[in-house]
């Protein structure tokens, strides 16, 4: 399984998202210091009932709980849009 499917699997199980979208952008930061130990740069959209009622400081908390040690071991940087049904365009 490749880190993104293992991302989407985690967000999945535990948000039970609408949608999720997820973009490599590691290619963006070679070189970067913190891209040198193997861990990558993503950006995610998630559509998620779950977000209803929270700021987004909050909902980006829901995020990286959801991913767990993902956040240790496989994610250097996320760039995070956390968004409600109702609020996806």
């Given at each position: ?25 590691s ?22 009932r ?24 496989d ?8 968004v ?6």
């Amino acid at each position: 399984m490749t880190r993104i499917e293992r991302i989407r699997a985690a967000l999945q199980q535990k948000l039970e998202p609408f949608a999720v979208e997820i973009i490599d952008d590691s290619h963006l930061h070679a070189g970067h210091a913190g891209a040198r130990d193997g861990r990558g740069h993503y950006t995610v959209r998630v559509v998620a009932r779950c977000f209803e009622g929270l700021r987004p400081l909050a909902r980006h908390r829901v995020v990286y709980a959801a991913l767990g040690d993902m956040m240790d071991t496989d994610i250097h940087a996320l760039v995070i849009e956390a968004v409600t049904p109702g609020e996806a365009g």
